[in-house]
């Protein structure tokens, strides 16, 4: 097992792919590197994030979900629990590989797909779309195309949650690449509108629904 810190390891993987001019092929460099025992996934937890396990206290989730960027699979795997059929995608095989060996037998649809080119089924297709930290993990020029990628597979009706890191300015280093107030406001588009944006502490949490 590795002894170098996550972070360091996520960034330098990174710095490969994007000297490349691949900003999301760094995620299989470093799927692949933790099967193989070489690497920690920063942002496996163990766990669903806290702050949509608060969000989601009280809902009825019931209906389609979509979760951007499964990563470990914990988020995909509560919002299934809770009712929603979920259908869950990362631009990793590896990732896919790994989710599928932890949770074998599970109701989540997980397939894999790239952000930046998502299928065009996707699209408004989802009751409740779930944005975790993805966007995040891009440099910021191409967090415009990512977030319109992410509005746009909100259904009629439909809800879109994103938890995401807090950038006072511009970051300028990564990964990652927090975002700014106005980054979160630019989610709401394509019929989005904002229902509750919070910042807790170092957190985004931000609602917005297609009417």
């Given at each position: 097992m590795t002894t170098e810190d996550p972070d360091e390891a996520a960034r330098r993987l990174a710095a490969v792919s994007l000297a490349a001019d691949d900003p999301?092929?760094?995620?299989?460099?470093?799927?692949?590197?933790?099967?193989?025992?070489?690497?920690?996934?920063?942002?496996?937890?163990?766990?669903?994030?806290?702050?949509?396990?608060?969000?989601?206290?009280?809902?009825?989730?019931?209906?389609?979900?979509?979760?951007?960027?499964?990563?470990?699979?914990?988020?995909?795997?509560?919002?299934?629990?809770?009712?929603?059929?979920?259908?869950?995608?990362?631009?990793?095989?590896?990732?896919?590989?790994?989710?599928?060996?932890?949770?074998?037998?599970?109701?989540?649809?997980?397939?894999?797909?790239?952000?930046?080119?998502?299928?065009?089924?996707?699209?408004?297709?989802?009751?409740?779309?779930?944005?975790?930290?993805?966007?995040?993990?891009?440099?910021?020029?191409?967090?415009?195309?990512?977030?319109a990628s992410v509005a746009g597979f909100v259904a009629p009706g439909g809800t879109l949650l994103v938890i995401t890191m807090v950038a006072d300015t511009p970051p300028e280093d990564g990964p990652p690449w927090p975002l700014t107030r106005a980054e979160i406001d630019a989610f709401g588009q394509d019929g989005l509108t904002p229902v509750a944006v919070e910042r807790l502490e170092n957190r985004w949490r931000a609602e917005f629904r297609r009417d």
């Open positions: 999301t092929g760094w995620f299989e460099r470093l799927y692949a590197a933790a099967a193989d025992g070489a690497a920690v996934v920063p942002w496996d937890r163990g766990a669903p994030h806290p702050l949509l396990v608060d969000w989601a206290e009280g809902r009825d989730l019931a209906g389609s979900a979509l979760v951007v960027g499964f990563g470990p699979g914990f988020d995909a795997e509560f919002l299934a629990a809770r009712g929603a059929t979920t259908t869950a995608f990362d631009v990793s095989p590896s990732a896919l590989t790994a989710v599928r060996g932890r949770f074998p037998g599970s109701p989540v649809d997980y397939r894999t797909a790239d952000l930046l080119a998502p299928p065009q089924e996707l699209r408004h297709a989802f009751g409740l779309v779930l944005e975790v930290m993805t966007v995040q993990s891009m440099p910021p020029q191409f967090h415009p195309p990512a977030t």
